[in-house]
């Protein structure tokens, strides 16, 4: 139940209250109390949200007994002085009507009062705690979201600098060679960087401008190759406008290009989104002597990310054996599941 349900339930109470308190007494009983009845019915209102709004939330410790028997006479207090005032010096002063025996005291009227306001009271602090619980259980749904939005900023900004400084060694590795390949390497990485800037930040990017991050990643990697050819590239997309978040791709292709053998092999990379559901598929083969293995810190911050996102929503299946390593990612796009 959330916050704003409860002012129905506020409604719903207080339509229940009126009905059977004033209204049905009205018509179905003695009319001649029908004032009183208002009145005790304006009181009970008074009191409820007094009791509501300042004297539970400000005095209630469920730790400490003397608070609790505090904020019951505190409120019972708040109901005798108002019905007090009400009946038995506004309605006698310009009415000359009263509820109770003219002469009776004070200290009857309140403990004979203590009772008709404990109803009050006690449908008052349960809806506080209604109220209170409802509050904390948004608080905690709002604080693990913000951890979770953290949390993936973190992770992006793990896998941008990853991208970055690879990109410089192969660029520096050009220079250092007067390649002439080195201008167009910068070029298409200032277009990659500039790219990267706007798109990270969001939550979502289309899927065609993640697949547009991949084309420029491979079209950048393929100045260094000997044998671009072999790259070998399927795309088939029908539903280039479906919602992913950004650099979900990225860091598998990345870790291809930084394991894979390119002397004289490539890979063979597959995309499609049939259905609305995007299935990566990608096999590299691996350079020989390798001692570490091919996963790493990128695809790490992936799986963590893909979990956070898509629970439930996606496949990954990874192999590895001595010379290749496959990736076989299925994550359904559908916004309506």
Known sequence: MKINKLFYLHIFFWTIYVTGSVIIPYFAFDSRNTIFNITFFLTSIICFYVNYFVVVPKFFDG????????????????????????EEW???????????????????????????????IFISTTFWFFRYF?????????????????????????????????????????????????????????????????????????????????DSLIALEKLRIKHPELLNVEKKLNHPMLNISPMILIPFVENAFKHGDFRNKGFEMKISDENKILHFYLLNFKKERMKDTVSGIGIGNVKKRLEILYPKKYELNITETETDFKIDLKIDLNEEN
């Open 63 to 86: 730790n400490k007994i003397y608070k609790s028997v505090i904020v019951f006479f505190l409120s019972a207090s708040c109901f005798v002085g108002v019905r007090y005032f009400m």
């Open 90 to 120: 506004f309605l006698p002063t310009f009415f000359g009507i009263r509820n109770y025996a003219e002469g009776t005291q004070f200290i009857y009227y309140y403990f004979d009062n203590i009772f008709y306001s404990s109803t009050t």
């Open 134 to 214: 409802i509050k904390t259980e948004v608080e905690k749904t709002e604080l693990v979201k913000a951890k979770k939005n953290a949390e993936l900023q973190a992770l992006k900004t793990q896998i941008n600098p990853h991208f970055i400084f690879n990109t410089l060694n192969n660029i520096y590795s050009l220079v250092y060679q007067n390649s002439e390949k080195a201008l167009p390497a910068i070029e298409e990485l200032g277009q990659l960087l500039r790219y990267s800037t706007k798109d990270l930040e969001k939550d979502f990017i289309t899927l065609d401008k993640e697949i547009g991050y991949l």
